[in-house]
């Protein structure tokens, strides 16, 4: 007689996912890393509910996101390890946050690639604000700063400057 094991999955424990990048993905990447900017994935979810008092998280993401860490001694031996990270942001337009000098330079650059689908700011209170990339429906991180993101308003002009430049794009 043949008997099987049944397999149980333990609630809230999903096994481990290498994100397999599209063509598009690939290429973006290479063209990213040589123009400069080193990408890294990460996995963007919705979560199901952040704040019970709040009837709608649309605005809230859960971001996870693992680096590749190694340490030297003396060159003779080196040790790597994965560290991965998690944490719920919330996103903002590229558009409408101030960012440092090098974030500029990298956001302008990422913006001139035909890949690039949507661009935008995750902001946490704890961790560091990202600047995430959308190319081929997969998320990347492009780059990374320690100080608090400055959101301007709508009615800033900047904004209402780049929003106008996309819709006469939109329109031609």
């Not at 043949?2 to 063209?31: D, K, M, N």
């Not at 991965?84 to 650059?109: N, Y």
């Not at 001139?112 to 990339?133: F, G, N, Q, S, W």
Request: hydrophobic content about 45%.
């Amino acid at each position: 007689m043949v008997t099987s094991a049944r397999t149980v999955a333990l609630p809230g424990l999903r096994p481990r996912q290498q994100a397999e990048a599209s063509p598009s993905a690939e290429a973006f990447i290479a063209r990213a890393r040589a123009l400069g900017v080193d990408v890294s994935p990460l996995t963007i979810t919705r979560p199901g509910r952040v704040f019970p008092w709040i009837c709608a998280n649309r605005e809230f993401l859960r971001v996870s996101w693992e680096r590749q860490r190694s340490l030297s001694l003396f060159g003779l031996l080196r040790v790597s390890w994965t560290q991965s990270g998690s944490g719920i942001f919330r996103q903002h337009d590229a558009a409408k946050v101030l960012m440092p000098v090098e974030g500029e330079r990298i956001a302008s650059t990422l913006k001139a690639l035909p890949e690039v689908e949507e661009m935008a700011v995750l902001e946490e209170r704890v961790i560091d604000p990202i600047l995430a990339v959308r190319v081929a429906g997969q998320w990347f991180e492009a780059y990374r700063w320690w100080k608090a993101p400055v959101i301007l308003p709508d009615d800033c002009p900047l904004v209402v400057a780049e929003r106008d430049a996309r819709q006469a794009r939109a329109r031609a």
